[in-house]
Each structure stands twice: as structure tokens, then as C-alpha cells.
């Protein structure tokens, strides 16, 4: 069985400071790792994926994750936020050949 | 491409009214995947097809609530009939299913309101 947690419901963070939303995951075989981001009424867009290579993922609008193997984390990082990354950010792995699972979701709210 | 299409955008009913809402997929992917959105519940995945085909209805909520799709362009969720606890947006989305692009994509989603 696979779950996705997402150990920070809401994260507030001035702008240009950096961030960090934590993803962490369960799962008995291989899993595909994405981060999704929704902005307010719209649906969810791609960020970044990891499906193989590289460990270090970058994203659009400058997101980058990481993907840890042994602690079974994929943590999304920005170093500067903006006011326009404030949004909902889902994490969310997959089986291959099977459905996504996602996280609860983190609020992530920039202050001026 | 012009990506996942929902209609409609927003839905306005009175309990005990049927209600459908409508998804075209992305030309070429082969799966295709409803969910529910609600502050109470986060995302959940209510059901989802692989060629045509339902593989999972775990999260369909009870009978009330029905899936369908008849073509590889066109599916629709039912709720027959409509109770306000399902106020929620309901999103579509669709994605490749082994061709090593495992993205899936979502449509903009139809926020329904049950009075």
C-alpha cells in the first residue's frame, strides 16, 4: 500500500526568504514522486517530477526537490518566494502503471 | 492541445436534483481519473479508467454516484440524486498510462453547489 504525508498543513514565509514543504512516503515497490501546485480556484499544474537519475529535481518557477531514497522523503525547496507562489502544494507518488496517491496538501501563504 | 476540458465550470442545483458533469481527456492518453476537493477531505480520488475501463471505484462515495466512460474522448460522473454534503469541485484529469510519462494532468475542475 502506498500514502503520502505532508508533515505541515500550512507554512507562512515572508517574502524572498526561503522554503521548504516536506513530503515524505510509503510504499512496498518503486514509485514515480510529483509535486503539484493549485492556485486559488484553478486546478492542479505540474511542478517537478522524479521518475529516475538524479536525485535533485528542478521544477518550474524556480522549485526544486530532492529525493531521498533512505529516508523516503521528497522535499520541495525554493531559496527566494514570491507573493505568487502563494498557493496549495500536493505531493504525490505513483506505482508505475497504477493511480496517483496524494498528500493532504500544504498552504504555503507569502507575507510581503 | 487545449488540455483536460470540464463542464460545467460551476453548477448551481437543489437537493434531490441529478447531476452531470462532463470530461474530455487529452487526445492520446489512455487514462483517466475523477476527484472531489473539499476543505473537510482535501482530494479524493473517486474512481479512475485505464482504456475505457473502470479499474477502481473504492472512493466512489455511495450509489448515488455514478462514472462512465463510453469512448476514449469522453467520460461523465452522475450523482443521482444530489445531497448537499456533495458540494465540493470535482476534478478530471488524464494521463499516459505505461509509456514512461507518467504526468497527470488536470482540467480546471466544476464547483458544484447543492442547496
Known amino acids: 500500500a502506498q500514502s503520502v504525508t505532508q508533515l505541515d498543513s500550512q507554512v507562512p514565509v515572508f517574502e524572498e526568504a526561503p522554503v521548504e514543504l516536506r513530503c515524505n512516503y510509503s510504499s512496498s515497490v518503486s514509485v514515480y514522486l510529483f509535486w503539484y501546485v493549485q492556485y486559488p480556484n484553478q486546478g492542479l499544474q505540474l511542478l517537478l517530477k522524479y521518475l529516475s537519475g538524479s536525485t535533485l529535481v528542478k521544477g518550474i518557477n524556480g522549485f526544486e526537490a530532492e529525493f531521498n531514497k533512505s529516508q523516503t522523503s521528497f522535499h520541495l525547496r525554493k531559496p527566494s518566494v514570491h507573493i505568487s507562489d502563494t498557493a496549495e502544494y500536493f505531493c504525490a507518488v505513483r506505482p508505475p502503471g497504477n493511480q496517483f496517491y496524494f498528500g493532504t496538501g500544504t498552504s504555503l501563504t507569502v507575507i510581503p | 492541445d487545449a488540455g483536460v476540458i470540464q463542464s460545467p465550470r460551476h453548477e448551481v442545483t437543489e437537493m434531490g436534483q441529478e447531476v452531470t458533469l462532463r470530461c474530455k481527456p487529452i487526445?492520446?492518453?489512455?487514462?483517466l481519473f475523477w476527484y472531489r476537493q473539499t476543505m473537510m477531505r482535501g482530494l479524493e480520488l473517486l474512481i479512475y479508467f485505464n482504456n475505457n475501463v473502470p479499474i477502481d471505484d473504492s472512493g466512489m462515495p455511495e450509489d448515488r454516484f455514478s462514472a462512465k466512460m463510453p469512448n476514449a474522448s469522453f467520460s461523465t460522473l452522475k450523482i443521482q440524486p444530489s445531497e448537499p454534503r456533495d458540494s465540493a469541485v470535482y476534478f478530471c484529469?488524464?494521463?499516459?498510462?505505461?509509456?514512461?510519462?507518467?504526468?497527470?494532468?488536470f482540467g480546471p475542475g466544476t464547483r458544484l453547489l447543492v442547496l
Open positions: 487526445s492520446g492518453h489512455n487514462s
Open positions: 484529469a488524464s494521463s499516459p498510462w505505461t509509456s514512461g510519462e507518467e504526468t497527470q494532468y
